[in-house]
């Protein structure tokens, strides 16, 4: 039966080469009249998931006749308005940096200034902080130029308060340039003198006294922090204003009375923000009444304690080192002691600062040099103490005082 069968396709071949010679039908278009198989698929082609049964053809879709529309206008969007000319931005002189560009260089001058004194011996280490001061210099009058050209536009703008600013900055630019030009000179020659090293200190203290003037200038001529009139009249009192008053009369006797050479000594203390614990204003106001008491007890007779924020101390008849010390172990006594409040055990610590005041200082000379030397905490850290002898503040080495760990409760009425 096989042998049949293929005897039967061998002449069907035969006649369909036949027919394709006489035809003219190439081998190639014959081979397309055979019947093709599906090509066989690729394993990796294969999906898993698939139906083995073929899939039924897709239903050929029927076209939908095309019906003539109308077509739909877009809308126009409506015209643009015309841009109307922006009105200028209010002017702020207080905007420009020149109060933060100042404070950055007194900082700076500060520390300069503090190693030159503690480096002087050492002509290496002296020549280091003699490049930071110089630095500090050329730094600040690059910024100031700076400012300078932006008061000019703010002035050009319509602001009085940047023009008067741009005429105090100036000022204080033409001084500090002209000492920039003295230290740079200084520095060229070498510092291997001792004299030399002297000239430098002396002209980084003076340059100093030109910093602080320029910023209060500034400040005043900008009208920065000024109170508002309405809210001033409208304040709560301070109710320790009185004594403050009192203590800053009985200072100005002191020193209308004293020596060109002497000096009386005014502290601050201030109460650092709690760490482990939450915020309460009867607490605080609790820490601030047991601090004071300490402070009192660590006073000599005479010495005048002002409760505030901060508390302030009068330290009549110490000279620097009594002062020091006074204030010193106030601050290690608080850090050593443990305030119970109710079942609360709070640990807390204070910053404190004091100054040196002079024959011809008056009030608010003072206190300047107060918050200067209490500001240095924003960059060193608080629980500490600072001093300011007139020309920079800066922090003190921890003194050596008798302390002792105690507890004391706190009232919570």
Same mark, same amino acid.
């Given at each position: 039966m096989g042998i049949l069968l293929f005897v039967l396709f061998v002449a069907v071949l035969n006649l369909a080469v036949g027919y394709a010679l006489g035809a003219g039908?190439?081998?190639?278009?014959?081979?397309?009249?055979?019947?093709?198989?599906?090509?066989?698929?690729?394993?990796?082609?294969?999906?898993?998931?698939?139906?083995? %049964?073929?899939?039924?053809? %897709?239903?050929?879709a029927t076209p939908t006749p095309v019906t003539e529309t109308t077509p739909v206008a877009e809308p126009t969007p409506a015209p643009a308005a015309e841009a109307s000319t922006p009105a200028p931005p209010a002017v702020d002189s207080s905007a420009v940096n020149?109060?933060?560009?100042?404070?950055?260089?007194?900082?700076k001058l500060n520390s300069a200034s503090v190693e030159l004194k503690l480096n002087q011996e050492d002509p290496?280490?002296?020549?280091? %902080?003699?490049?930071?001061?110089?630095?500090?210099?050329?730094?600040?009058?690059? *910024?100031?130029?700076?400012a300078i050209k932006k008061l000019d536009e703010l002035g050009a703008a319509g602001d009085t308060a940047a023009s008067?600013?741009?005429?105090?900055?100036?000022?204080?630019?033409?001084?500090?340039?002209?000492?920039?030009?003295?230290?740079?000179?200084l520095i060229e020659s070498g510092l291997e003198n001792e004299e030399t090293r002297q000239k430098?200190?002396?002209?980084?203290?003076?340059?100093?006294?030109?910093a602080i003037v320029a910023e209060k200038t500034v400040t005043e001529a900008?009208?920065?922090?000024?109170?508002?009139?309405?809210?001033?009249?409208?304040?709560d009192h301070d109710p320790h204003t009185d004594e403050i008053d009192r203590l800053f009369d009985h200072l100005e006797s002191l020193?209308?009375?004293?020596?060109?050479?002497?000096?009386?000594?005014?502290?601050?203390?201030?109460?650092?923000?709690?760490?482990?614990? *939450?915020?309460?204003?009867?607490?605080?106001?609790?820490?601030?009444?047991?601090?004071?008491?300490?402070?009192?007890?660590?006073?000599?007779?005479?010495q005048t304690f002002v409760p505030g924020h901060p508390a302030m101390m009068l330290l009549e008849g110490d000279v620097y080192d009594q002062a020091l010390e006074r204030v010193e172990q106030l601050r290690q006594q608080v850090e050593a002691t443990t305030f119970a409040f109710g079942e609360q055990e709070?640990?807390?610590?204070?910053?404190?600062?004091?100054?040196?005041?002079?024959?011809?200082?008056?009030?608010?000379?003072v206190m300047r040099y107060l918050d200067e030397a209490l500001g240095e905490s924003t960059r060193t850290g608080g629980n500490k103490t600072f001093h300011h002898d007139g020309a920079f503040p800066t922090e003190t080495p921890r003194a050596k005082v008798a302390v002792e760990p105690r507890t004391l409760a706190l009232s919570k009425a």
């Open positions: 039908i190439g081998l190639s278009s014959l081979m397309q009249l055979l019947p093709q198989r599906d090509e066989k698929p690729v394993i990796a082609d294969i999906d898993d998931a698939a139906p083995l %049964s073929r899939a039924a053809p %897709s239903p050929v020149v109060m933060a560009s100042l404070r950055d260089f007194r900082e290496e280490k002296f020549g280091a %902080s003699a490049t930071k001061l110089q630095e500090a210099n050329h730094d600040y009058l690059e *910024e100031a130029g700076e008067a600013t741009r005429e105090a900055v100036t000022t204080g630019v033409t001084e500090v340039e002209a000492i920039s030009h003295e230290i740079d000179d430098l200190v002396d002209k980084s203290e003076t340059l100093s006294e030109v900008a009208e920065l922090d000024a109170p508002d009139p309405e809210t001033s009249e409208t304040a020193l209308a009375e004293a020596q060109d050479d002497a000096v009386s000594h005014v502290a601050v203390v201030r109460v650092d923000a709690l760490t482990d614990s *939450e915020p309460d204003e009867a607490l605080t106001l609790a820490l601030e009444e047991s601090i004071g008491a300490i402070a009192k007890e660590l006073l000599d007779p005479g709070v640990r807390a610590t204070v910053t404190c600062a004091f100054a040196d005041a002079r024959k011809g200082h008056d009030r608010d000379q």
